[in-house]
């Protein structure tokens, strides 16, 4: 009764930056769940690597490019995927950018609104199309990608625009639900702790950062990208059929101090 209600075949998932880190992760667990994944990224080069990944691993996945910040072009690859599968069934709006390191005063409007059109309005992009279709079939689960960032201000590093656009994330996640639950579409997000990826260890003295985070997360360890993988396979699924607008925090007791 229970582990079946894990069991995605049949239906169709979209994960957004889904060519490595978190977003790979994401990927293979759907597919390992059944589901036909769509890697959507707007570096082929990475999303190709992250379909070839999945082959070693026995799963095929399809490849579209799509930049998520271009709002006329996420809704034509969201009908292209609705015409080509018949409707989508899951999104995983997984790609963001993660900067930080500047302290507000010093913010260039071209830094506030690279973080905020990436993470929030690529977000917005992508549920609207998406979501769109799911509501016109009565259907769907959308997990997005917040972080604890949402909730906590990050030390020592300044990141107010970072944080900002997580925080949104999550509001809007609660917005959605409300608006799309009677329409049988479920709007979830995961809150992440330091996840070590490529895109974390690409920061700024991040070594150094390092023994910050560690030292303010009780479990004295950054996260796993399976560890947040498994959170959204739960948020997609039936297991979790009656959470919506819930944000989910995996953060390792980071902010229970």
């Not at 016109?136 to 590093?157: C, D, F, H, K, T």
């Not at 009780?218 to 819930?246: H, K, N, Y």
């Amino acid at each position: 009764m229970y582990l079946e209600k894990y069991d995605l075949s049949g239906r169709v998932a979209v994960v957004t930056g889904g060519g490595r880190g978190i977003g790979l992760a994401c990927t293979q667990a759907l597919a390992e769940a059944g589901a036909s994944v769509v890697i959507a990224d707007v570096d082929a080069g990475v999303a190709n690597a992250g379909q070839a990944a999945l082959a070693e691993a026995g799963h095929e996945a399809t490849v579209v490019a799509m930049d998520v910040t271009q709002s006329d072009q996420v809704a034509a690859v969201a009908d292209q995927l609705a015409d080509q599968f018949g409707g989508v069934d899951i999104l995983v709006n997984n790609a963001g950018i993660a900067r930080s390191g500047v302290g507000a005063e010093e913010v260039t409007d071209e830094l506030w609104r690279n973080v905020i059109d990436v993470n929030l309005n690529g977000v917005f992009w992508c549920c609207r199309a998406f979501g769109g279709n799911m509501v016109q079939r009565g259907r769907g689960a959308i997990v997005n990608l917040g972080s604890m960032s949402g909730y906590i201000v990050n030390r020592p590093q300044e990141q107010s625009y970072y944080n900002a656009s997580k925080a949104a994330v999550h509001h809007l996640t609660r917005s959605l639900a409300a608006e799309w639950a009677e329409s049988g579409v479920r709007v979830n997000a995961v809150a992440p702790t330091y996840i070590d990826t490529p895109l974390l260890k690409s920061l700024e003295n991040g070594e150094v950062l390092k023994q910050d985070w560690l030292r303010d997360t009780p479990m004295r360890r950054l996260g796993q990208p399976d560890e947040i993988a498994s959170v959204v396979l739960f948020l997609a699924s039936d297991a979790a059929s009656l959470m919506t607008g819930s944000i989910v925090l995996a953060d390792g007791g980071f902010t229970c101090w």
